[in-house]
């Protein structure tokens, strides 16, 4: 049997999702409604509008338990509605949202409780391959004071990197939409990103989502080749897919650094490497490009 539009909780699995049923007989939930602006979060409760059956709609919390979800007052007695409307007001420890009493007149109400505003609720955060690019996106259900979104990336899930910011909207009750395109994100050349958002407020407060990983495939690997190789004075790099900053390092078969450079590598195009003095034997170069390390190794005649 169906029970209708009810409030569920999850943590983010199947057996920790579980419903919340307010109206046993029907909807609790006015879906005629645009209830974007019939909740409100906090760090303990939710606020909402909402029907036990008996009751019109009224002002409910919830703590996320069955127990703690209770309707906090019957403003519009008997089966009429008050249908509290929040609009993401809140100052120190009162919520101040608007509701109808039974005289048809809607007014201003407030709730004295432990009130504190989360400074944003993120919604969705996701990273898609888009022929070269990789496209972000992301939507807010509710923001208070926040400034920005920095967009952090990442080659192995660890080591993040800021690549762009998108500025936040600061004050919204209702959900946002934010993008952001990594322009080119393939021709870096690893198999796969990860991508979060650091999220910062105007009080100077920082934040980060969940990853968001996204597979690149391996068609635009970097690599390198060195020619001449054997060579007795001077040998090239030739990259494949790399294009910006790469640390170059030349060591020996003991480890020894014999040569530690950053340079400007453009695909297609050689790298000179001047080895005339260096002894002759078998040498290393390693190319670190954005955390992917790649190696050959060439013969000094």
């Not at 796969?192 to 980060?208: I, S, T």
């Not at 690599?223 to 910006?244: D, E, K, M, R, Y």
């Not at 340079?263 to 490009?289: D, E, W």
């Amino acid at each position: 049997m169906s029970k209708g539009y009810q409030l569920w909780v999850t943590d983010g699995t199947a057996i920790g999702t579980k419903i919340l049923t307010i109206n046993p007989n029907g909807n609790a939930i006015d879906t005629s409604q645009n209830n974007n602006a019939y909740w409100f979060f906090t760090q303990d409760h939710l606020f909402l509008s909402a029907s036990d059956g008996v009751h019109g709609y009224e002002l409910w919390k919830s703590d996320g338990t069955a127990a703690g979800t209770v309707m906090v007052q019957d403003l519009n007695p008997g089966n009429a509605s008050s249908s509290p409307g929040f609009g993401g007001v809140a100052s120190g420890n009162t919520l101040v949202f608007s509701a109808t009493d039974n005289a048809a007149s809607t007014n201003l109400y407030r709730v004295d409780a432990a009130v504190t505003e989360l400074p944003i609720l993120l919604g969705t955060f996701t990273a898609q391959l888009k022929g070269n690019d990789v496209l972000l996106n992301w939507n807010t259900l509710q923001e208070t004071n926040t400034a920005y979104f920095n967009i952090q990336r990442s080659a192995d899930g660890a080591s993040f990197t800021t690549i762009g910011s998108v500025k936040a909207a600061g004050n919204s009750a209702i959900p946002l939409n934010y993008s952001y395109d990594d322009v080119s994100a393939t021709s870096l050349g690893a198999n796969k990103l990860y991508y979060r958002l650091q999220v910062g407020d105007k009080d100077g407060h920082v934040n980060y989502s969940k990853m968001a990983p996204v597979s690149m495939g391996a068609i635009n690997a970097p690599a390198f080749i060195i020619t001449p190789n054997p060579s007795a004075s001077v040998i090239a790099l030739q990259c494949a897919n790399i294009n910006g900053k790469v640390n170059i390092q030349i060591t020996n078969m003991e480890g020894r650094v014999l040569q530690n450079f950053v340079q400007i590598a453009v695909a297609g195009q050689r790298i000179p490497l001047a080895i005339k003095k260096m002894a002759s034997g078998i040498y290393i170069v390693t190319l670190n490009y954005h955390g992917i390390v790649l190696q050959q190794r060439f013969i000094k005649q």
